[in-house]
């Protein structure tokens, strides 16, 4: 279980110097951006804002949550907590895709490839921002919920998901079905982040998702239009597969959903 040790500055302190890094350092590179980036909102910076976005929630976590994460540090471990948590999603989306072809007249449309440097800057995109929302709502806003209210770690989970839910408001055609099942999948990462004692996992579960998301479905990422191997022509008849809406927006994720996080708590082996 995680012990969020760092108690020595006072609570309200430390979320005044978290923000006050946050705001002051991020402000400080996307002036730094725009120096060196001649065409705006390409893919290279939006990967530099990602990066020091990531860099400054990184310092953040070091200096006011847990030292602890970043001091044991086993790369063999890591790479197998990463690499299963990728596994999840490959599960979860290909039992998905195999009801849609069955259950649908959803055809399957490959599309042009791009050049390899895209595929590759848009993968590094979606490494740094799956990382990026890891921090901020499987370790830092839990902490901060723990130290303020000594909730119990469940309570804690429970309003670090509803609040990643919110935030992906911001996505396109998101329905209250969708954000059920990202709440649902909030619940998922934390499951993974507390019964592997490492943010690690979630990471790997997190980018694994929206990386089948964007380049074997087509989906575009809260605004973001990524490269894809494939799009799936909607039949906008079947409710249970989402119709018109995104992928997350299927009552059949919800139950997908429901089931894998069941089996994680039950069964931490699962995989």
């Known amino acids: 279980m995680v012990d969020y040790n760092d108690k020595s500055t006072p609570i309200f302190t430390s979320i005044l110097f978290f923000i006050v890094l946050l705001s002051v350092g991020y402000f400080f590179f996307l002036v730094l951006a725009a120096f060196l980036f001649v065409k705006r909102n ?17 310092l953040g976590s070091y200096l006011f949550i847990d030292r602890k994460i970043f001091c044991d540090v086993s790369v063999k471990r890591y790479v197998h907590e990463f690499t299963v ?13 195999g009801c849609a072809v069955l259950l649908s007249r959803n055809a399957v449309v490959f599309t042009k490839r791009a050049e390899f440097s895209v595929y590759v800057l848009s993968g590094c995109i979606l490494l740094v921002a799956a990382t990026s929302e890891e921090l901020m709502f499987r370790q830092i806003i839990p902490a901060y919920i723990k130290r303020l209210t000594h909730a119990k770690t469940f309570t804690s989970i429970f309003i670090a998901s509803f609040l ?3 935030v992906h408001l911001i996505n396109p055609a998101v329905n209250n079905i969708g954000l059920l099942n990202i709440f649902l999948g909030g619940i998922v990462l934390a499951v993974l982040r507390y019964q592997s004692d490492t943010i690690l996992m979630p990471i790997g579960f997190h980018f694994s998702w929206n990386l089948i998301q964007s380049f074997f479905y087509g989906t575009d990422l809260g605004g973001n ?3 894809h191997f494939v799009r799936y022509a909607r039949s906008f008849d079947n409710w249970f597969l989402g119709n018109e809406c995104q992928f997350e927006s299927s009552p059949l994720l919800t139950l997908l959903l429901f089931i894998f996080g069941a089996c994680r708590v039950c069964w931490k082996k699962f995989w």
């Not at 948590?85 to 895709?97: E, K, M």
């Open 42 to 58: 390409q893919q290279p910076e939006l990967l530099f804002r990602e990066l020091s976005f990531c860099f400054l929630l990184l």
């Open 225 to 227: 239009v990524f490269p």
């Open 164 to 166: 990643f839910s919110l």
């Open 85 to 97: 948590g990728c596994t999840g999603p490959v599960l979860i989306y290909s039992i998905f895709i």
